[in-house]
């Protein structure tokens, strides 16, 4: 089993910060990428930011120069740091990693369980 605990998300004004930090933890080999997707109200999950392995990321055009993401491998930790929130980024922000249990097995999703992020005056 492999779990992913998401912390940092609550209510902040337009212009603010909030730091997102996801933890993995259980029976995980080795993962492949990290990463956090987000769902607002009536809307399909999107893709925010990933990191692969190697240090790779990828960002949504939408946050692409106010979002940064990090993460540690060896701590099977990532974290989102979003700066000047906007009221459209208000969202549940999902943890994701892509990772195996065993050498043998293959890789797979995981998600977490969620968690808010509300922008608003």
């Known amino acids: 089993q492999v779990q992913l605990v998401e912390s940092g998300g609550g209510l902040v004004q337009p212009g603010g910060s909030l730091r997102l930090s996801c933890v993995a933890s259980?029976?995980?080999?080795?993962?492949?990428?990290m990463g956090w997707y987000r769902q607002a109200p009536g809307k399909q999950r999107e893709l925010v930011a990933t990191m692969t392995d190697g240090g790779r990321t990828n960002y949504a055009d939408s946050v692409k120069v106010r979002f940064s993401i990090s993460g540690d491998n060896a701590r099977n930790t990532v974290v989102l740091q979003m700066n000047s929130l906007k009221p459209e980024d208000t969202a549940v922000y999902f943890c994701y990693v892509e990772g195996r249990t065993s050498r043998f097995s293959v890789y797979r999703d995981y998600w977490g369980r969620g968690t808010q992020v509300t922008v608003s005056s």
């Open positions: 259980g029976s995980i080999f080795s993962i492949n990428a």
